[in-house]
C-alpha cells in the first residue's frame, strides 16, 4: 500500500495531523510519557513526530513495513537520530527497553484483525519496561451517525478532495477509506481498508497484554473524552513491578 509515490506525497498531506500546533502538542504529551527514557514508534512512516520528538532530546526508534515510508524518514534524518527497523509492529523487535511505544493516527485499524490487533498490544508490552506506557490514537467508529440503511460516513471535503470511510462487514469490522481527488494536475483514488476498534475493544486488549488503562482523552489536548468524541488518545500502563 505504501509505495514510492504514496509515500513521496504522504508529507505533502493538508490534514489537521501535519497542522505544526497538532505537531508540538502531540510531541509534548510523548516527551511526557518518555521522561528521561527511550521511545518506540509503531508505523513510524516518514517521521512526521518521531523526527521532532528526537529533536527534543528524546532517544527514539521506530518499526515501519513500507521501505519506501522508511527511505523518506531517512532522507529528512541526515544524523540518523530516529532508529528504523523494517518490519511489522507484530512481530519486530527493537534491542532495548522503553518507557513508551506508541502507535498513531490510526494506525491501530491497519492490522486487519482481531488477533493481530492484539498480537500488536503483547508487542508493545514485550518492549516496555515496567512502568512503561503504550499510547495509541484513534478514531471512534463513527457507525451511529451513518442513516439507516447507508455504508458510508465522509470525513473530509475540501476543493477536488473528498474522502470517505465505507463500512463493508459489520461483523468482522472491516471498512475502507476512500481518497478521492479531483484536479487538472490529478485525477484519482486511493482505498486504504482497515479494521474499526473500540476503545473498550483496545482496553481488553491491553489486558491480554497485561497492561492497564492510565488515561484517555478526547484528543492530545487532554480534554475528556466522551460519549461523543470522534477520536481518542489513550493510554495504557505494564505495571511498575
Not at 100 to 118: H, P, R, T
Not at 161 to 177: E, I, K, M, R
Not at 184 to 212: N, Q, T
Request: with cysteine; glycine share 10%; proline share 6%.
Amino acid at each position: 500500500m505504501w509505495n514510492h509515490a504514496a509515500a513521496a506525497a504522504y508529507d505533502d498531506s493538508t490534514g489537521r495531523e501535519f497542522d505544526p500546533a497538532v505537531i508540538e502538542q502531540s510531541v509534548e504529551v510523548l516527551a511526557r510519557l518518555a521522561g528521561n527514557g527511550a521511545a518506540l514508534e509503531f508505523a513510524v512512516g516518514t517521521g512526521r513526530l518521531a523526527l521532532p520528538l528526537a529533536a527534543r532530546g528524546v532517544r527514539v526508534a521506530g518499526i515501519d513495513s513500507s521501505p519506501p515510508m522508511a527511505e523518506r524518514l531517512r532522507g529528512k534524518d541526515p544524523d540518523r537520530t530516529v532508529d528504523v527497523t523494517i518490519g511489522d509492529m507484530i512481530t519486530a523487535h527493537v534491542e532495548g527497553a522503553f518507557s513508551l511505544v506508541y502507535l498513531v493516527f490510526n494506525g491501530i485499524g491497519n492490522l486487519l484483525s482481531q488477533d493481530e490487533q492484539v498480537a500488536c498490544f503483547e508487542n508493545a508490552a514485550a518492549h516496555l519496561k515496567p512502568g512503561g506506557c503504550f499510547l495509541v490514537e484513534s478514531g471512534v467508529p463513527g457507525l451511529r451517525r451513518l442513516p439507516l440503511g447507508t455504508q458510508a460516513e465522509v470525513f473530509a471535503t475540501r476543493p477536488g478532495y473528498v474522502g470517505y470511510d465505507l463500512y463493508v462487514d459489520l461483523v468482522a469490522q472491516l471498512a475502507a477509506s476512500h481518497h478521492v481527488v479531483t484536479g487538472d494536475a490529478e485525477v484519482g483514488e486511493f482505498v486504504s481498508p482497515f479494521r474499526y476498534v473500540w476503545p473498550s475493544e483496545l482496553d481488553l486488549m491491553a489486558r491480554i497484554a497485561g497492561m492497564k488503562l492510565r488515561s484517555r482523552w478526547a484528543d492530545w489536548d487532554a480534554s475528556p473524552f466522551t460519549g461523543e468524541s470522534p477520536s481518542h488518545v489513550s493510554v495504557w500502563q505494564r505495571p511498575k513491578a
